[in-house]
């Protein structure tokens, strides 16, 4: 099966990976940490500060893709501290419309470049 690969100017990439690819009609969007796509560091702030900034990569990702996040049908949270589910929580439910997207949250003991939130998503290809 073939696959095309998204790159978007608003995302940062820390590896060598696509930001997304599309193959059939899913779109895979690599996990985004919250870098700052004109500094290249992580965003300062809380963890909704920081969980905005993934939401900020994530859309650029989609927008390259000619999609909006009303294509994503599933999202994939981690976590350095679950203490911080609330907050990210309030951040998330602000980014789409219900009917949400299928989610699941994951507590991991470190991310990259000392991150304190990755997300990562699926979105279906109208």
Same mark, same amino acid.
């Given at each position: 099966? @073939?696959?095309?690969?998204?790159?978007?100017?608003?995302?940062? @990439?820390?590896?060598?990976?696509?930001?997304?690819?599309?193959?059939?009609?899913?779109?895979?969007?690599?996990?985004?940490?919250? =870098?700052? /796509?004109?500094?290249?560091?992580?965003?300062?702030?809380?963890?909704?500060?920081? #969980?905005?900034?993934?939401? =900020?990569?994530?859309?650029?990702?989609?927008?390259?893709?000619?999609?909006?996040?009303?294509?994503?049908?599933?999202?994939?949270?981690?976590?350095?501290?679950?203490?911080?589910?609330?907050?990210?929580?309030?951040?998330?439910?602000?980014?789409?419309?219900?009917?949400?997207?299928?989610?699941? #949250? =994951?507590?991991?003991? @470190?991310?990259?470049?000392?991150?304190?939130?990755?997300?990562?998503?699926?979105? /279906?290809?109208?």
């Amino acid at each position: 099966m @073939s696959r095309k690969a998204f790159t978007a100017e608003g995302a940062v @990439s820390v590896g060598p990976y696509s930001h997304a690819v599309q193959t059939g009609d899913l779109l895979y969007l690599s996990g985004q940490t919250p =870098i700052e /796509a004109t500094t290249g560091k992580l965003v300062e702030g809380d963890i909704a500060a920081q #969980t905005k900034q993934c939401f =900020i990569n994530l859309f650029a990702v989609l927008e390259a893709a000619g999609l909006t996040p009303d294509a994503v049908v599933k999202v994939n949270v981690f976590l350095t501290d679950m203490a911080d589910f609330g907050a990210m929580n309030d951040v998330y439910k602000t980014q789409f419309t219900q009917p949400y997207p299928a989610r699941t #949250t =994951i507590g991991v003991a @470190s991310l990259p470049l000392g991150a304190q939130v990755e997300i990562e998503m699926i979105a /279906a290809i109208k």
